[in-house]
């Protein structure tokens, strides 16, 4: 990462600038993969940040004597000297004093200490790990103002629209207190709209839209220019390619839930593509969809459900070949008639209406594993998509040929600071250093926190886990308690619902169905008796605040009705009860027919827990019960964890290729 003076001189004089990639030797890759293994152990401790509580602390009196048309002239004086002498001790704490006596007066929020020690941790270029409900919003402005004041452009990336748009109307009056501007980037902005939002001091977007704007640009920025070309270029006017350029750079991102982005989202690739201009190859796809369908399992091919793949056998690739291909045989290969038949697999076996993907309006919707909202305008690439639009009836629209594509590990490494929060980041804190070169600090609570974890209550049957999950929430709502149910799926979410509609007990749903009515229902979430079923829209960000009362009714009840294939997510659905020092339980209903059993755990494992369950007393039951599925999170993570080592390779591989031709994406 580049110093605060380098950041500072490349902002004032440098266009588009960003962190130069550097090609790493066999003997560096090596030392990068050893840090990896190292980096979780030798983590930087809070206590060597906490020397900015009470410097700013010193400041405190000052700052409430000062007046309210005394800020603006004060921040402008601060920002003056911080574009002179940069980060110095001395102003970091005048800065964020000055952040915190803002945010007290005009939004009602003043910083706690451990919110002054996560900001200093973020303004250092590191990744401040807050428990859940710890205020990581509010925590944002302090790294945010400063570096903004400093004359930095800070992008303060988070998971999804609704949290972006959230989160900079909620914080803009501090920002605007201190003379800073605030945009908002969200899906459906005219380009128009994007390019003045990141002319602000500070923007608020999410990963998937910035990554693709900056992709757009690297499309106007075919060849990659340099410093000189590009400041040439402005004397053409608005013929200039300058002029279309959506953003101005790659300066500094505070990533929201970076855990998410950084690594459970990586490991997919951004591509940004273009209908292509033949459209016959649509009686194609229609023909390698029959002959997918005359295909037998086991026989002809074999799905891999935790690869997301299918194989094809040597009878499956005979019996392709032989098949009565009429149009198709003209103008494909052999391997391309093959791999469009596997595609068509795919759609048929791997891919699920509700889980993976929504019909709405006659279209094909992909549904975000991670946030559980549909992506709008997004697609699937090679045939997918299209071979999906034949399994649901719909219309089929043109296939895609790829313009551009980057993986989030190369973009995000190309700012010149990287940032982050989230309340679950110890665990991948090897992979945030090898990959991001950013560390993990712990920063502590606030106050204790009460939540209290029931034990994991394990069935051999999905029919039975439902019937205890409508009878907890029952009981729980009989006691007056909210309750917050979480689903892997749509489809799980909507048969929830129906087995608690016949049990006759109220509740809402909210999954990428029912999108439009996402703040009614959390704004509900922590009232008496309220049943709120969920997908993981209600998962990361989501603050679900108590009515009166409620606490001492024991606060809210969190049931996870599965186990993702990553346990941070779990913790992060359990983190939407005992914020800031509320009370709270959490429980998991879980069953031997779940998805991360039946995908990642493997059969004679599986019989072999089925078994023990069947015949061990109950403590048993909960030691074999909890050892499966930890071990089916764990082979999980590792299989994602090389797909993102296999994309980060690979897309490095195409990298290189591409700028021996002259570009780079």
């Given at each position: 990462m580049y110093s605060d003076s380098s950041i500072r001189s490349l902002t004032a004089t440098a266009m588009y600038p960003?962190?130069?990639?550097?090609?790493?030797?066999?003997?560096?890759?090596?030392?990068?993969?050893?840090?990896?293994?190292?980096?979780?152990?030798?983590?930087?401790?809070?206590?060597?940040?906490?020397?900015?509580?009470?410097?700013?602390?010193?400041?405190?009196?000052?700052?409430?004597?000062?007046?309210?048309?005394?800020i603006l002239p004060l921040a402008r004086s601060l920002g003056q000297r911080l574009r002179r002498e940069g980060y110095t001790g001395e102003l970091i704490a005048r800065t964020f004093a000055l952040v915190r006596e803002v945010a007290g007066r005009i939004v009602g929020m003043r910083h706690f200490d451990v919110q002054l020690i996560g900001g200093l941790v973020l303004l250092k270029g590191m990744v401040a790990e807050m428990e859940t409900g710890e205020g990581k919003t509010l925590t944002a402005t302090l790294a945010a103002g400063t570096s903004a004041l400093a004359g930095i452009p800070v992008h303060i990336v988070t998971v999804n629209d609704y949290l972006a748009e959230r989160d900079s109307d909620w914080m803009r009056p501090v920002y605007e207190a201190l003379g800073l501007t605030v945009g908002?980037?969200?899906?459906?902005?005219?380009?128009?709209?994007?390019?003045?939002?990141?002319?602000?001091?500070?923007?608020?977007?999410?990963?998937?839209?910035?990554?693709?704007?900056?992709?757009?640009?690297?499309?106007?920025?075919?060849?990659?220019?340099?410093?000189?070309r590009l400041q040439l270029e402005r004397l053409y006017g608005e013929a200039s390619r300058t002029q279309k350029l959506l953003m101005r750079g790659l300066h500094f991102a505070i990533v929201d839930e970076a855990d998410s982005v950084l690594i459970d989202e990586a490991r997919t690739p951004l591509i940004i593509s273009a209908e292509a201009k033949d459209f016959t190859e649509q009686v194609v796809y229609r023909e390698a969809f029959s002959v997918a369908k005359e295909l037998a399992d086991a026989e002809d091919f074999k799905v891999l459900p935790s690869e997301r793949s299918v194989e094809l056998t040597d009878a499956g690739r005979f019996r392709i070949e032989?098949?009565?291909?009429?149009?198709?045989?003209?103008?494909?290969?052999?391997?391309?008639?093959?791999?469009?038949?596997?595609?068509?697999?795919?759609?048929?076996?791997?891919?699920?209406v509700d889980k993976q993907y929504l019909v709405r309006d006659g279209k094909v919707q992909i549904i975000d594993e991670y946030t559980g909202r549909v992506m709008a305008d997004r697609s699937w690439e090679r045939g997918l998509h299209q071979l999906i639009e034949i399994k649901e009836a719909c219309e089929m629209t043109a296939r895609k040929e790829t313009r551009a594509r980057i993986s989030y590990q190369r973009f995000f490494r190309r700012y010149l600071r990287l940032a982050g929060m989230t309340g679950t980041a110890k665990e991948v804190a090897g992979e945030l250093w090898s990959i991001y070169r950013v560390r993990v600090v712990t920063i502590p609570t606030n106050r204790p926190v009460c939540r209290m974890y029931l034990p994991e209550r394990i069935y051999l049957t999905v029919e039975e886990k439902w019937g205890a999950v409508v009878e907890t929430v029952r009981n729980a709502h009989k006691a007056g308690r909210p309750v917050l149910v979480g689903t892997r799926s749509v489809d799980a979410s909507e048969h929830l619902a129906g087995l608690l509609r016949d049990a006759a007990l109220p509740h809402s749903v909210l999954n990428a169905r029912q999108d439009k009515e996402e703040?009614?229902?959390?704004a509900h979430a922590g009232e008496p008796g309220c049943v709120t079923v969920a997908t993981n829209m209600a998962g990361r960000g989501t603050d679900i605040r108590l009515a009166p009362g409620v606490a001492?009714?024991?606060?809210?009840?969190?049931?996870?009705?599965?186990?993702?294939?990553?346990?941070?997510?779990d913790r992060q659905l359990f983190g939407r009860c005992s914020r800031q020092g509320d009370p709270g339980t959490c429980e998991a209903l879980v069953s031997l027919e779940d998805e991360l059993v039946t995908v990642h755990a493997g059969g004679p494992a599986r019989h072999l827990a089925t078994l023990l369950l069947t015949n061990s007393d109950r403590r048993m039951t909960a030691r074999v019960g909890r050892a499966l599925f930890l071990w089916a999170q764990n082979r999980a993570e590792r299989l994602h964890g090389r797909m993102r080592r296999d994309l980060l390779r690979a897309d490095e591989q195409l990298g290189d290729t591409l700028a021996f031709s002259g570009r780079q994406e």
């Open positions: 960003e962190q130069k990639e550097v090609q790493l030797s066999l003997f560096d890759r090596m030392g990068v993969a050893l840090s990896g293994i190292i980096a979780p152990w030798i983590r930087p401790r809070a206590s060597s940040f906490e020397w900015i509580v009470e410097q700013v602390n010193d400041q405190t009196e000052a700052m409430k004597e000062l007046k309210d048309d005394a908002t980037i969200k899906h459906g902005l005219d380009p128009e709209a994007r390019r003045a939002a990141y002319q602000c001091d500070i923007t608020y977007c999410t990963n998937k839209e910035i990554a693709f704007d900056y992709l757009k640009d690297r499309i106007v920025l075919w060849d990659r220019p340099g410093q000189v032989t098949s009565p291909w009429q149009e198709a045989r003209g103008w494909t290969t052999r391997q391309q008639r093959e791999e469009l038949v596997r595609q068509a697999l795919a759609a048929l076996y791997l891919f699920s703040a009614e229902v959390i001492d009714l024991g606060g809210l009840h969190v049931i996870a009705t599965e186990r993702h294939e990553s346990g941070r997510i």
